[in-house]
């Protein structure tokens, strides 16, 4: 009875250090008399899932085909620079810009899962650190000599680096034509972009090849097996790489001021919203279990899980409570403007409001979701959320 008790208590204390100083967040956990009631999973319970199938239809059905996408997009993507590169002219600078958005939109759906040799080689370092560094790009272009794998280049390379060569270049496209056009150098600083990426997602993408058959068998429940380590990565990314990183840190609720320059897609001004949008669709539907690009293919997931172990919270179905604020968080981002900056310097609140539906869901999933499927989060916070 006491070591109940005192369970009881420790999940409060941790559901309360999740939850932001806005007065929103503040009504959603402080109803102290909510009572957790779904059923605590135990090792017999856990075995009685079938967590092989569940590790088998991650693996086959959406992040193997995921990755593969997206290194056929970013093979793509790089033949359309070769062409720009051989006539910088504006109709194949459209269509570099289009193959560039491709891309980026599928690599909404690979981001989360940091594991393996994604974990190993820092891939999301390559692919989507933003805010871009200008100056650095700037000073690469200009010297000619500059090594990708520095740490310092994080920031001048990936989808944002492209972002801002495509867009930010110059106030229009006539401008920024002329800089291709004049000088070499921003033709060759495009390619070794394209070709960085295109070498460390090949490489990540064919690992899969693999490594598949050690992640399905790694059905243990431990800090290194495969679905503690990937539930940890996909709440991480929900809450880090898309809860603050789209929303939180440009609205300013990690700051005392609105940061509208450290959106994503910030240079194109036209795809802040596209790229959350697509980043929510694939967090939902490796939720529920949907196959990448079939969605007639729906298998065993977070939610036939909890399905499974008759996860509630105060008499409703945990899963479906999940589903039903992340279905308000989505409904919340199409509402904002296509340009993210441009919200955050006319209408923050709205914003701000979209951020709060999205750290409902956090709370679910790191707190609520954690418990029922006994997995400890394996990451410090360290934002204030």
Not at 20 to 45: K, P
Not at 298 to 317: C, E, H, I
Request: hydrophobic share 40%; aromatic share 12%.
């Amino acid at each position: 009875m006491i070591k109940k008790i005192f369970f009881a208590l420790f999940i409060f204390i941790f559901a309360f250090s999740c939850s932001s100083e806005d007065d929103n967040q503040g009504d959603l956990l402080s109803n102290s008399s909510e009572i957790f009631d779904s059923v605590i999973n135990d090792d017999t319970a856990a075995v009685s899932f079938d967590r092989s199938a569940m590790l088998i239809f991650w693996a086959d059905n959406i992040i193997m085909p995921a990755y593969k996408k997206l290194k056929d997009d970013i093979s793509v993507l790089k033949e359309s620079i070769a062409s720009f590169d051989e006539e910088p002219l504006q109709a194949n600078f459209e269509i570099v810009r289009e193959k560039w958005l491709s891309a980026y939109k599928t690599w909404q759906h690979v981001e989360m899962f940091n594991i393996g040799k994604a974990e190993e080689i820092y891939l999301s370092s390559f692919m989507n650190i933003y805010p871009v560094n200008e100056d650095r790009i700037t000073s690469n272009i200009n010297s000619g000599v500059y090594d990708l794998e520095n740490p310092n280049n994080y920031a001048s390379q990936g989808f944002p680096a492209l972002d801002y060569l495509l867009f930010g270049l110059g106030e229009n496209d006539a401008e920024i034509l002329e800089k291709y056009q004049l000088s070499n150098n921003y033709s060759k600083y495009l390619v070794s972009v394209i070709d960085k990426m295109e070498a460390k997602t090949n490489l990540v993408s064919n690992d899969w090849d693999s490594y598949r058959d050690a992640f399905v068998v790694s059905t243990e429940n431990t800090a290194t097996s495969s679905i503690n380590k990937l539930t940890n990565d996909f709440i991480f990314y929900f809450e880090k790489g898309l809860r603050a990183n789209k929303f939180g840190i440009p609205a300013g609720v990690f700051s005392t001021d609105e940061l509208p320059d450290k959106v994503e897609g910030y240079h194109s001004k036209l795809y802040s919203k596209t790229l959350a949008l697509e980043s929510l669709s694939a967090v939902k539907n490796f939720f529920i279990g949907k196959a990448f690009e079939n969605d007639d293919l729906v298998g065993d997931s977070f939610q036939s899980y909890m399905t499974f172990l008759n996860a509630k919270k105060n008499d409703t179905s945990l899963s479906d409570l999940i589903l039903s604020k992340l279905d308000t968080a989505i409904s919340s981002v199409t509402e904002l403007n296509d340009n993210f900056a441009s919200q955050i310097t006319t209408d923050n609140n709205t914003m701000l409001l979209t951020y709060d539906r999205i750290q409902s869901v956090v709370i679910l999933l790191k707190v609520d979701m954690l418990q029922v499927l006994n997995v400890n989060v394996d990451y410090a916070d360290a934002d204030g959320d």
